[in-house]
């Protein structure tokens, strides 16, 4: 079982940046592919990022693209999300997402941790 424990959320003006980590442990991380998503307030979760085991072959969502950028450092067992040109309505509890296969908007991988809370001030 892999455990995933996410940091780096926080309140933030518009137009303002952060930086979200997931440090995992318990599995050989390298062997995962990782994801991020996020629930707003009175919203279903939405997939938000995703990179394969090698950190090739990112993908977005089309509301992150060009502003957020996933990347991982298999040798601190942690995977990032930059994310920049913050707005309101990328306001949400991000979560982190781990699959020993290809991870999808519509099909996350099993393991998650518990989430941080991402608040963008206009």
């Known amino acids: 079982q892999v455990r995933l424990v996410e940091s780096g959320g926080g309140l933030v003006q518009a137009g303002g940046s952060l930086t979200l980590s997931c440090t995992a442990s318990?599995?050989?991380?390298?062997?995962?592919?990782m994801g991020w998503f996020r629930r707003a307030p009175g919203k279903e979760r939405e997939f938000v990022a995703t990179i394969t085991w090698s950190g090739g072959s990112p993908a977005y969502t089309a509301s992150v693209e060009g502003r957020f950028t996933i990347s991982r450092d298999n040798a601190k067992n942690t995977v990032y999300l930059q994310m920049n040109s913050l707005k309101p309505e990328d306001t949400a509890v991000y979560y982190c997402?781990?699959?020993?296969?290809?991870?999808?908007?519509?099909?996350?991988?099993?393991?998650w941790g518990q989430g941080t809370q991402v608040t963008v001030s206009s």
């Open positions: 318990g599995r050989t991380f390298s062997d995962y592919f």
């Open positions: 997402n781990a699959d020993r296969n290809w991870i999808l908007p519509n099909k996350p991988g099993p393991y």
